[in-house]
């Protein structure tokens, strides 16, 4: 499990882009999106408390960290750039819609992957979990692969620390359902991209998103949570290449 925060920071740039990763994950789940990004563009992929440690540092984080280091990295950004698109994925597109909500004037575009409106923990996501922790990981099963490499802990085969995560789990749940109650306030355009086979989100977070009219919902047919198909993915990486370079064209006017 390798994943570290990459920083880009261009000078005189009037656009930046913050990329949050999902819980239990690392930045490295933006590889494909980092060379899309205009080099005229300011670039900040961050690496929230506690991930890519272990188990038990994960477990002393918290939601109010990872809350506040977004706030952090996007308040630093604000005050050297007019536009600011934030992606997230999982756990941190519930990041990137907070801070939409509380910096509108600021936030061009919140780019979100499978938001988890309404988590859930499917029997594969837990055999695959299992695999990566055990290092049973089947190089022939491209879903317990891609876990294992966007897997953000040091694997522990304690399985009883795992216990001290109740916490984190329970302020997910938290923070969906508050984003939820607050998301008819989003008056911002938004895009989404939602998986129909996502292991850890259902598909009742895609109708939540899309009785907001502001929102652009994406379904995924073939991916997961952590595999895309790479069809899906190649065009899911072209809408964010395609929007980036519009608010390239409208800076240069």
Request: with cysteine; charged share 25%; hydrophobic share 40%.
């Amino acid at each position: 499990m390798i994943g570290k925060e990459y920083i880009r920071d261009v000078e005189g740039a009037d656009t930046a882009v913050l990329f949050l990763h999902g819980f239990m994950s690392t930045p490295n789940e933006f590889l494909d999106f980092l060379p899309l990004v205009p080099k005229e563009f300011t670039l900040h992929n961050i690496l929230l408390d506690g991930h890519c440690k272990g188990v038990l540092d994960f477990a002393k984080s918290s939601m109010k960290k990872w809350e506040a280091q977004a706030e952090e990295a996007f308040s630093q950004l604000a005050k050297t750039h007019e536009n600011i698109i934030v992606v997230g994925h999982s756990m941190g597109s519930l990041l990137a819609l907070s801070l939409t909500l509380k910096h509108t004037e600021k936030v061009v575009l919140p780019f979100l992957v499978n938001t988890p409106l309404t988590p859930r923990c499917t029997f594969k996501f837990a055999c695959n979990a299992m695999r990566v922790i055990f290092s049973k990981v089947r190089p022939d099963h491209p879903d317990e692969v891609a876990a294992s490499e966007t897997y953000g802990v040091t694997p522990d085969k304690r399985l009883w620390l795992y216990l001290s995560w109740i916490p984190r789990f329970r302020e997910l749940f938290i923070k969906a359902k508050n984003t939820i109650e607050q998301l008819p306030l989003l008056k911002s355009k938004c895009i989404a991209f939602q998986s129909v086979h996502d292991e850890l989100v259902s598909n009742r977070s895609e109708e939540i998103l899309r009785q907001n009219p502001n929102i652009k919902t994406f379904t995924f047919k073939e991916s997961t949570h952590y595999l895309y198909n790479e069809d899906e993915k190649q065009y899911m990486l072209k809408v964010f290449e395609r929007e980036c370079k519009k608010l390239r064209k409208v800076n240069a006017a």
